[in-house]
């Protein structure tokens, strides 16, 4: 991993990056295979994370601890993507709000993913809820295509590497292709539908993406649907804003 140049920070970031795709968490040992830190090192460094509750300790593994959120809360409670996408994320649930579905607000962070923002209907089943993941790897969800299409194909392959590149190019040409859509089927839980559309400005790329993920929604995953249509002007609506309130 290329870093920073402070050695000891450096050294930090990558343990907690390595934790933060860990459910379960992992050991020191774990920690320094992933790293090729030396466990000496890795262990220096986990007792002062878990003294800034940035770790968490508990039979040998290693988790994120609740420090991790203090800043992560601090992150999204400013954030502009958010806060603008808010009332649009609400009129979506309004929209499909007779299905089981789940309306979501997407941030691309580096090569993955995050919703940072959820809601859904009355009749979206609770294991659907909480079953459903919030990071994804940016190539291997629907949000996160929708924004990989909105890259400039070197900038793409440069954020994926060549092989995660290649495997995904042609998804994301047909994306371009089918105006900017992308859809997905039983990709995170079999039988769940969904359909996201970036939110951009002009030629940019994306600063994220609304993504409507449901059951029994096959007539909507379409680019001429009405809930297509509405997700559209939603995002448009959505950079619009975020580009007027910019600092110039």
């Not at 290693?62 to 993507?81: I, K, N, Q």
């Amino acid at each position: 991993m290329q870093g920073s140049g402070v050695g000891v920070l450096d050294k930090c970031m990558e343990l907690t990056t390595c934790l933060s795709f860990s459910a379960r968490g992992l050991t020191a040992l774990e920690l320094a295979r992933q790293t090729g830190i030396d466990r000496g090192t890795i262990h220096r460094l986990l007792k002062a994370l878990v003294y800034w509750k940035q770790v968490e300790a508990e039979d040998g593994l290693y988790r994120l601890g609740a420090g991790a959120l203090l800043s992560a809360s601090s992150y999204l409670t400013r954030l502009p993507l958010r806060r603008v996408a808010l009332p649009y994320a609400i009129e979506l649930q309004n929209v499909i709000s007779d299905r089981p579905a789940i309306v979501s607000v997407a941030l691309p962070v580096g090569d993955q993913i995050v919703l940072i923002d959820r809601m859904w209907t009355a009749t979206t089943p609770f294991n659907v809820i909480a079953d459903l993941d919030d990071r994804f790897d940016i190539d291997g969800c629907t949000s996160g295509r929708a924004v990989l299409a909105t890259f400039h194909p070197s900038a793409a392959e440069a954020l994926l590497g060549e092989e995660r590149f290649m495997a995904v190019q042609s998804r994301v040409d047909a994306i371009r292709e089918n105006g900017g859509y992308s859809l997905g089927y039983s990709e995170q839980r079999k039988g769940l539908s969904s359909i996201a559309y970036p939110i951009c400005h002009a030629d940019r790329p994306a600063m994220g993406a609304l993504v409507v993920a449901g059951l029994d929604m096959e007539a909507d995953m379409r680019a001429s649907s009405s809930l297509a249509h509405h997700m559209q002007r939603a995002c448009a609506g959505i950079a619009e804003r975020l580009v007027m309130s910019a600092p110039s």
